[in-house]
């Protein structure tokens, strides 16, 4: 069994900066690929950023230069540096970790449970 823990997210003001974290537990062994999304109400789900191999594989246009994803594969985390937030931002966040995990390493995607992050003006 995999567990995928979420922390970090809040409320901020306009312009502040929150740092989401992530972690994959139980019989998981290694991230392959990883990445966040948000959802805020009334819309799509939508992919804010993407990692593969500690390279930075995707970033949405409205969240360059403000946002960074990092990898710890030693850890088997991923984090979301959000930087100079806007009320745009606001929505809930779910972290999706794809990664081999069981005794025979199969490969799956993990999602976290969501997490609020809530930008006041």
């Known amino acids: 069994q995999v567990d995928v823990v979420e922390y970090g997210g809040g409320l901020v003001q306009a312009g502040g900066s929150l740092r989401l974290s992530c972690e994959a537990s139980g019989s998981f062994v290694r991230i392959s690929a990883a990445g966040w999304y948000r959802q805020a109400p009334g819309e799509q789900r939508e992919l804010v950023a993407a990692t593969a191999n500690g390279v930075t594989t995707k970033l949405l246009d409205s969240v360059k230069g403000r946002f960074i994803i990092t990898e710890d594969d030693a850890n088997n985390m991923v984090s979301l540096q959000m930087n100079n937030l806007k009320p745009e931002d606001t929505a809930v966040y779910y972290c999706?970790?794809?990664?081999?995990?069981?005794?025979?390493?199969?490969?799956?995607?993990?999602w976290g449970q969501g997490i609020q992050v809530t930008v006041s003006s």
């Open positions: 999706l970790i794809r990664g081999y995990a069981g005794r025979y390493h199969v490969e799956d995607d993990y």
